[in-house]
């Protein structure tokens, strides 16, 4: 059953049963499992099921971060969050795209759409951010991921050999399987195959990162083999070249000296392709096809499409791409979609978000590296390898289900390591905290070489420390 958008209520019991059990967790869980109840719910449930209030859109996962909301006001949460300069900017891209979009249509549909976004940007990156304080939470994050990936991994799995979906029952997803050239393509509670394997393969890294924790190796072993099967049984080419992007990059850990010249070398050797090849140097991209039938052509030839007409959108985006040629108003291109959306400034900021996460990680590897094990640095790294995941992904595909809660968990993430790794740095740990930081000579040094330190007069480090 597709998602229904025409402004009726579609919930049954089982998914009302379902997200009110969910609330109820969110509410009484302590802070560090208190984003358990969320990942389950983006796991387990399907889009398709929603209430309208007021004309306003709200599916489940809406609902739910209401509820986190509500509970982070009512315990004074949000006292222990301490914004920087990527929360400002976080907001700055969402009202620019918000202002833009609602410019161009000029008309209350646009409003209230955008105000959905709005809260679900703002709604679920704040409320990550709020309760992800340090390291720990960052590791407690990649157990619940290899816990509930498997049951996931085990219901596509039984939807590729029977071709039928358990999560139909939810609503939003058709209850038997899509097949392309004769493969079926499984999609689980996601809203098309290949978000199913993109959520998969972006969590890789993360798994891997697991992995190389000596007492989580069977869990890991096990969740890494589940991300594999549904990445697999999406039968999507994008995701799996998502998912060994991730991988690749996971294992540059041991090579990230030479990350500057080979992000240098690679931009050259694409520019280099471009002047040899006949086609633009996007067209790489219409000969990937791992699993047969792969509409690469149609994202290459979006992506030509959205460089000549540039004039048409870099202002405040376009109503619609098919203007461009007939088969190019589904826009399958996370970079362009902001474009279109938002104008070439919505799109400019929505990349510098990515540039400065990625900075991010490189900055607090170097602080974890100096005070922490290799393990403790590994997952700092497995959140760059996961984003690059992304990165890459979003060349075939915009993530217009419940993809997008995976994708603000992972900002959220990166960003609260970096401050508590910045505020750890300039303040003094708690007495008997476990895993001792580096000596006062070695902080000092590290200050030196990074003096931005994100921190407030009425701080307290104390309850952002790492540990082990």
Not at 61 to 88: H, K, Q
Not at 403 to 429: C, D, E, Q, Y
Request: hydrophobic share 50%; aromatic share 12%; glycine share 8%.
């Amino acid at each position: 059953m597709p998602v229904v958008t025409d402004g009726t209520n579609f919930i049954n019991s089982i998914g009302l049963g379902f997200t009110l059990a969910m609330c109820l967790l969110i509410v009484i869980l302590p802070r560090r499992y208190a984003l358990l109840p969320i990942i389950i719910l983006t796991c387990y449930m399907t889009m398709g099921e929603r209430i309208m209030v007021v004309g306003l859109n709200f599916t489940m996962i809406r609902i739910l971060t209401l509820v986190g909301w509500i509970r982070i006001l009512c315990r004074g949460e949000l006292r222990r969050l301490r914004l920087v300069l990527f929360d400002y900017l976080m907001l700055f891209w969402v009202v620019s795209g918000s202002i833009a979009y609602v410019l161009l249509w000029q008309t209350t549909q646009a409003v209230i759409y955008r105000l959905g976004g709005a809260y679900d940007a703002i709604g679920l990156y704040f409320l990550f951010r709020c309760l992800i304080r340090d390291l720990e939470d960052i590791k407690r994050i990649s157990r619940m991921l290899a816990v509930l990936i498997v049951p996931l991994a085990a219901a596509m799995i039984s939807e590729k050999m029977t071709g039928r979906n358990v999560f139909a029952v939810f609503g939003g997803v058709m209850e038997f399987t899509r097949m392309r050239d004769g493969v079926l393509r499984c999609q689980g509670p996601f809203a098309h195959p290949i978000l199913a394997g993109s959520f998969a393969a972006t969590n890789v890294p993360l798994l891997l990162a697991l992995w190389r924790t000596p007492q989580k190796k069977l869990l890991a072993s096990i969740a890494l083999i589940a991300a594999f099967s549904i990445t697999i049984a999406a039968a999507s080419t994008g995701p799996l070249l998502a998912c060994v992007a991730g991988i690749t990059g996971f294992m540059m850990f041991s090579k990230r000296r030479w990350l500057r010249p080979i992000r240098w070398g690679t931009v050259l050797a694409l520019v280099m392709l471009h002047i040899v090849m006949k086609a633009p140097v996007w067209f790489l991209i219409a000969r990937a096809d791992v699993f047969g039938g792969s509409t690469g052509w149609h994202r290459a030839v979006l992506i030509d499409e959205a460089i000549r007409h540039f004039g048409d959108w870099w202002l405040l985006g376009i109503k619609d791409t098919g203007v461009w040629s007939r088969q190019l108003s589904d826009v399958t291109n996370e970079y362009i979609w902001q474009g279109v959306q938002g104008g070439l400034f919505t799109m400019l900021l929505f990349v510098l978000l990515i540039v400065l996460s990625f900075r991010s990680v490189g900055r607090v590897t170097t602080i974890v590296k100096r005070a922490h094990s290799i393990s403790d640095c590994l997952y700092v790294w497995g959140l760059g390898s996961a984003l690059f995941a992304h990165v890459l992904n979003y060349l075939s595909i915009t993530y217009f289900d419940q993809n997008f809660v995976n994708w603000f968990l992972l900002l959220a993430m990166i960003t609260s390591a970096r401050v508590a790794a910045l505020s750890h740095r300039a303040g003094k740990p708690q007495s008997g905290a476990v895993g001792c930081p580096a000596s006062e000579s070695a902080l000092r040094g590290s200050l030196q070489e990074c003096p931005e330190v994100v921190c407030t007069s009425d701080y307290i480090p104390e309850t952002m420390y790492f540990r082990s």
